[in-house]
């Protein structure tokens, strides 16, 4: 079993920063897949950003979806047991509810949230114009 807990979320002007944190329990971390997905009101859950054990020592390959490259960094501190996601030049189309997911170390598609196991509960980001 695994357990998920994000916190970082807030209320923040255009242009402006925020980093999620999510910080996981219950079994081992190192190789899990881990991803960051976000629902706005009235749409369906989307990838955001993932990242995924590469095999080799403690290197991660990461993935963005198209509309948060280049503003949004994911990352992950091992001896934490954290995943982040550092969020800059935010805009009012991102603010959602942003929830921390974790799956298998080796999935078919890193983008689809059918491959996740596990969810944190969401915390919720808003941006103002």
């Known amino acids: 079993q695994v357990q998920l807990v994000e916190s970082g979320g807030g209320l923040v002007q255009r242009g402006g920063s925020l980093r999620l944190s999510c910080a996981a329990s219950?079994?081992?971390?190192?190789?899990?897949?881990m991803a960051w997905f976000r629902q706005a009101p009235g749409k369906e859950r989307e990838f955001v950003a993932g990242?995924?054990?590469?095999?080799?020592?403690?290197?991660?390959?990461?993935d963005y979806s198209d509309s948060v490259k280049g503003r949004f960094t994911i990352s992950r501190d091992i001896a934490k047991k954290t995943v982040y996601l550092q969020m800059n030049s935010l805009e009012p189309e991102d603010t959602a509810v942003y929830y921390c997911?974790?799956?298998?170390?080796?999935?078919?598609?890193?983008?689809?949230?059918?491959?996740?196991?596990?969810w944190g509960q969401g915390t919720q980001v808003t941006v103002s114009s």
């Open positions: 219950g079994r081992t971390f190192t190789s899990d897949l």
């Open positions: 997911a974790a799956g298998p170390a080796a999935p078919s598609k890193i983008t689809s949230a059918a491959e996740y196991s596990y």
């Open positions: 990242t995924r054990y590469s095999g080799v020592r403690t290197t991660y390959y990461a």
